[in-house]
């Protein structure tokens, strides 16, 4: 990025707005040609304002340029605002919906040049679930601790008299009973510690994300034989602060499902890269690690989508629905978020971490 970023103190106030707008903001002359590009915009469009400036508008949005000069020459000739609203936007790999603006500035009643702003929807889209995502999951979590403490009370009763029951009986069929219970009731119990999730808080020190990817990957590599991963890591990554144990948790039980969904035969791919300007829950970073966990598997059922993340909704008939609410919440301790993308032949967890250490103070 080029240094406009860099606050400076003789810097213009409009200026250092338009640099912390979360919108991306282009400014083009009466020839459609590029004289400002926010960092927003930068961010948006992949490209740098120092590689951008004194381009037209027809080269800067790709197959999409030249509906975006004419729009613009429409705007220049009339005089008169635009808007657009859930506009594809064709970006390198993806397709973004965006609201798009066009405000005409006059000099002596002509138009001298136009103001562009392009949101995007998926940003508020996306901040809109997460909240909505934390509200039920703060719901459910109060009432699984409800009920977990009404099972609880009572199964340790059951298990304490199952113990004292066991030392009276003398024939051993029946301590066969005994035991089944006992066995029974710590298996529950053991439940519902991983319903609840760990409660204790992370122990934050530095630590380097690819060391933690590379335990989860050695871990799964033990228990399937025959998966193999994929290494794409950005090497520039600095450390980060997290809780290693927490993290590898949370990382497995993401990576464990991928692996379920392979039936353990296939490719996982671990993936790293920074992310700026990235908002969690209402917060803003400038700078957020995302590590990507991706598979070829069959793909996440539309219906489970927006529910995978709460207790015990599985597609598994064996499984328990714990691993990836448990992989929110802890990864929710590090300030962070999870998103995921499915379809067949491609399903993509995305943790989002911020670089900046909340915990440092």
């Given at each position: ?8 103190e003789?810097?213009p ?25 926010n960092p ?23 197959p ?24 594809p ?17 006059f000099?002596?009643?002509?138009v ?68 089944v ?39 799964l ?31 497995l039980?993401?990576?464990?499902n ?18 700026r ?24 059922a539309p ?36 998103e ?22």
């Amino acid at each position: 990025m080029n240094n406009q970023t860099i606050h400076r103190e003789d810097e213009p106030l409009h200026q250092r707005i338009l640099e912390h707008l979360g919108n991306a903001v282009l400014l083009f002359d009466r020839t459609q040609h590029l004289r400002y590009l926010n960092p927003a915009g930068e961010m948006l469009l992949a490209i740098s304002a120092r590689q951008s400036l004194g381009l037209p508008a027809s080269a800067l949005f790709g197959p999409q340029g030249e509906k975006f000069a004419g729009d613009l020459a429409h705007t220049i000739r009339s005089g008169s605002p635009r808007v657009e609203r859930n506009l594809p936007l064709h970006l390198p790999g993806r397709i973004l919906p965006v609201h798009c603006a066009m405000t005409p500035l006059f000099q002596d009643e002509q138009v001298d040049a136009v103001v562009m702003e392009i949101e995007d929807v998926e940003r508020y889209q996306q901040l809109s679930r997460d909240e909505r995502w934390l509200a039920q999951q703060n719901v459910v979590h109060q009432l699984l601790r409800g009920l977990a403490h009404e099972i609880k009370n009572p199964l340790g009763g059951l298990r304490g008299a199952a113990q004292l029951l066991a030392t009276e009986v003398t024939d051993p069929a029946l301590s066969e009973y005994t035991d089944v219970i006992i066995a029974e009731a710590d298996r529950l119990k053991a439940l519902i510690d991983r319903l609840l999730a760990p409660n204790q808080p992370p122990r934050m020190i530095e630590l380097n994300i690819h060391q933690i990817l590379e335990r989860v990957s050695q871990v799964l590599a033990a228990e399937y034989p025959t998966l193999a991963f994929r290494r794409d890591y950005d090497p520039s990554l600095p450390p980060i602060h997290g809780d290693p144990d927490q993290l590898i948790q949370a990382f497995l039980n993401i990576a464990r499902n991928a692996a379920q969904a392979l039936e353990g035969d296939g490719e996982i791919t671990l993936r790293t890269r920074i992310k700026r300007r990235v908002t969690i829950r209402q917060q803003h970073h400038r700078q957020a690690v995302r590590i990507d966990i991706i598979d070829a598997g069959p793909g996440i059922a539309p219906e489970l989508l927006d529910q995978i993340f709460y207790p015990m909704i599985t597609s598994r008939p064996d499984g328990t629905g714990l691993g990836l609410s448990i992989a929110q919440t802890l990864v929710t301790r590090h300030g962070g978020m999870i998103e995921c993308q499915s379809q067949p032949g491609r399903t993509c967890f995305s943790i989002y971490l911020p670089l900046e250490n909340r915990h440092a103070q």
